[in-house]
Structures are given as structure tokens and as C-alpha cells.
């Protein structure tokens, strides 16, 4: 059974950065495609940034520029590095990962609020 860890959520003020992490116990290669998605108070889960195996890494339009995702296979995770935090981008944060065989697995999330 494959685990995937959040960390690095916390309380920022809007402008200030946050770095998620997503540790996988199993080697990150094997994934067809990791990402990460958030869920606000009401609202339905979306995605923020995803990085295939193979290919481009794809962002929401609201992330776009300020978020970067990016995998680090020797410390086997992923990490989501987040600038210029608005109050909207507050939610909690879930890994994802998609292996060869289409099985999805989650995170068990972290929260990320942003306010002054």
C-alpha cells in the first residue's frame, strides 16, 4: 500500500511564500504522474499543479505564476514551492499520484490558511 505525507502547511500572512512537501514510500519513478489539489470550506477539490513522469507540468490558471511544482526523486517527493499567498488560496492540500496500472492514491492533507 502506497503512503503519501503532507507537510509544510501552516498560517502565512498574503504575500508570503509556503513550500509543501509530499513524501512517497515508494519511489516516485514508478508514478505515471504525481500532483496537488486543495479543497476550500464548500467547495469541491481542484487541481493546482501536476507533473507527469514524462512531459510538462501543468498548473490551474489561478496558480499560474506564482506556484511551482517540481519532484526530487532522490529524496523520493514532490514539492509545491507557493509565492505571493492570497487569502483565496487558502484550503487544505492533498498529494496525489497515478501509477502504470491507473491506481490513485491520496494524502491524507495539509492546511494552508492565509490571512492577515
Known amino acids: 500500500q502506497v503512503q503519501l505525507v503532507e507537510s509544510g502547511g501552516g498560517l502565512v500572512q498574503p504575500g508570503e511564500s509556503l513550500t509543501l512537501f509530499c513524501a512517497s514510500s515508494?519511489?516516485?519513478?514508478?508514478?505515471?504522474?504525481m500532483g496537488w489539489y486543495r479543497q476550500a470550506p464548500g467547495e469541491q477539490r481542484e487541481l493546482v499543479a501536476a507533473?507527469?513522469?514524462?512531459?510538462?507540468?501543468n498548473y490551474a490558471a489561478s496558480v499560474k505564476g506564482r506556484f511551482t511544482i517540481s519532484r526530487d526523486n532522490a529524496k523520493n517527493r514532490v514539492a509545491l514551492q507557493m509565492n505571493s499567498l492570497k487569502p483565496e488560496d487558502t484550503a487544505v492540500y492533498y498529494c496525489?499520484?497515478?501509477?502504470?496500472?491507473?491506481?490513485?492514491?491520496w494524502g491524507q492533507g495539509t492546511q494552508v490558511t492565509v490571512s492577515s
Open positions: 515508494r519511489n516516485i519513478r514508478s508514478f505515471l504522474a
Open positions: 507533473i507527469p513522469a514524462v512531459g510538462t507540468t
Open positions: 496525489k499520484a497515478e501509477d502504470l496500472g491507473s491506481q490513485v492514491y
